[in-house]
């Protein structure tokens, strides 16, 4: 092929993508939308707080798009499974991903995702929840100053559980015995039913859990666990009602870990889309019908926008970075 032939062909082939390209984007704007049902990805196991939250909002978020919304459960690995799964399909809009905070930024800054925090963009978050550090009821430690006590004293004796090493169980039991220094032996689960079961069934000594703050307090009110704290500067929701103590009022020292439940979208959805969907959101999450769900299904609520948790999330994985060596040498990693 001559220079001239291949330079023709080259900028023929070089038009004829862009015009693709540009026929592709014009095409999705066009496009209704939504035209089809809309996904929730909640990477963790059904059960949890962020499953309940995510299907109480189901109905609300469908009335308000006007399609029907599926809630699917892709658990693996502390929420990394499912978050890769989402991140692999279309940024199309029609899927969102619960994501609940420290954890899922966490994961984005971990090797084992091929995304940013910076990749997500927020459409709102309404369920804040408390950490909690529970024992089975025949346990000998009626709080947390007998618990540590124990754990400083007879280190890698006692089981500690929760979902991770990279979920909130995980986050919260490396922050605690880097500041309480404790060693124990952590025993990692893939969903809150799993720790729940493994606690009540005595197979681990202690659960850092949150999400199901109405559950777990029934279950001690049962007799079924000991609620010993809360990692907060102040307990809420049922906890306050419970009158479940602090960890920094029984020890002297700020222990704080809490999370946030909302949903988020591929940060390079079309405009308009998000647009649309974070105004659908709104409205679901602030219906009273739906708040008065939340509160009594999974625990406290408190709106914040879209744009604020954003901004809450792009900037928010400096602490949690100081966490990865102990968090990789827990999940056997360099």
């Given at each position: 092929m001559?220079?001239?032939?291949?330079r023709?062909?080259s900028?023929?082939?070089?038009?004829v993508t862009?015009l693709?390209?540009?026929?592709s984007?014009?095409?999705?704007?066009?496009?209704?939308?939504p035209?089809?049902?809309?996904?929730?990805?909640v990477?963790y196991e059904?059960?949890?707080?962020?499953d309940?939250?995510s299907r109480?909002?189901?109905?609300?978020?469908?009335?308000?798009?006007?399609?029907s919304?599926?809630?699917?459960?892709?658990?693996?690995?502390?929420?990394?499974v499912g978050?890769?799964?989402?991140?692999?399909?279309?940024?199309?809009?029609?899927?969102?991903?619960l994501?609940s905070?420290p954890?899922?930024?966490l994961n984005?800054i971990t090797?084992?995702?091929?995304f940013e925090v910076?990749?997500?963009?927020?459409l709102?978050?309404?369920?804040?929840?408390?950490?909690i550090?529970?024992?089975p009821?025949?346990?000998?430690w009626?709080?947390?100053?007998?618990?540590?006590?124990?754990?400083?004293?007879?280190?890698?004796?006692y089981?500690?559980?929760g979902?991770?090493?990279?979920?909130?169980?995980?986050?919260?039991y490396?922050?605690?015995?880097k500041l309480?220094k404790?060693?124990?032996?952590?025993?990692?689960f893939?969903g809150?039913n799993?720790?729940?079961?493994?606690?009540?069934g005595?197979?681990?000594?202690?659960?850092?859990v949150?999400?199901s703050?109405?559950?777990?307090v029934?279950?001690?009110?049962?007799?079924?666990?000991?609620?010993?704290?809360?990692l907060?500067?102040?307990a809420a929701?049922p906890?306050?009602?419970?009158n479940?103590?602090?960890?920094?009022?029984q020890?002297g020292?700020?222990?704080?870990h809490e999370?946030?439940?909302?949903?988020?979208?591929?940060?390079?959805?079309?405009a308009?889309?998000?647009r649309?969907?974070?105004?659908a959101y709104?409205?679901?999450a602030?219906?009273?019908?739906?708040?008065a769900q939340v509160?009594?299904?999974?625990?406290?609520y408190a709106w914040?926008?879209?744009?604020?948790?954003?901004t809450i999330l792009?900037?928010?994985?400096?602490?949690?970075?100081?966490?990865?060596?102990?968090l990789?040498?827990m999940?056997?990693k360099?």
């Amino acid at each position: 092929m001559n220079n001239f032939l291949f330079r023709a062909w080259s900028i023929t082939a070089i038009v004829v993508t862009s015009l693709a390209a540009a026929f592709s984007a014009s095409a999705l704007a066009q496009e209704k939308f939504p035209s089809k049902s809309m996904t929730i990805v909640v990477p963790y196991e059904p059960g949890g707080g962020g499953d309940v939250y995510s299907r109480l909002l189901q109905p609300f978020l469908a009335k308000e798009l006007g399609v029907s919304v599926i809630v699917e459960n892709i658990a693996g690995a502390g929420g990394i499974v499912g978050q890769n799964n989402a991140f692999a399909r279309p940024a199309d809009g029609y899927t969102m991903v619960l994501w609940s905070t420290p954890s899922n930024e966490l994961n984005a800054i971990t090797t084992t995702t091929p995304f940013e925090v910076e990749d997500w963009t927020a459409l709102g978050f309404a369920a804040p929840g408390q950490t909690i550090v529970a024992v089975p009821s025949d346990r000998p430690w009626n709080n947390l100053k007998q618990l540590v006590d124990d754990l400083r004293a007879t280190p890698r004796k006692y089981t500690v559980g929760g979902i991770g090493p990279f979920g909130t169980g995980g986050i919260a039991y490396v922050s605690m015995a880097k500041l309480l220094k404790f060693d124990a032996r952590w025993v990692p689960f893939e969903g809150t039913n799993d720790v729940t079961t493994a606690l009540l069934g005595g197979h681990i000594d202690v659960a850092l859990v949150g999400g199901s703050e109405q559950r777990y307090v029934d279950l001690m009110k049962g007799g079924k666990m000991k609620i010993l704290g809360v990692l907060s500067d102040k307990a809420a929701g049922p906890y306050a009602t419970a009158n479940i103590a602090t960890a920094q009022a029984q020890l002297g020292v700020r222990i704080f870990h809490e999370v946030n439940r909302g949903h988020v979208v591929r940060s390079n959805t079309p405009a308009d889309r998000m647009r649309l969907l974070r105004d659908a959101y709104q409205k679901a999450a602030t219906n009273p019908e739906f708040v008065a769900q939340v509160q009594k299904r999974v625990g406290p609520y408190a709106w914040s926008d879209g744009p604020s948790m954003t901004t809450i999330l792009h900037n928010g994985t400096k602490d949690l970075r100081s966490l990865l060596p102990a968090l990789n040498a827990m999940a056997g990693k360099k």
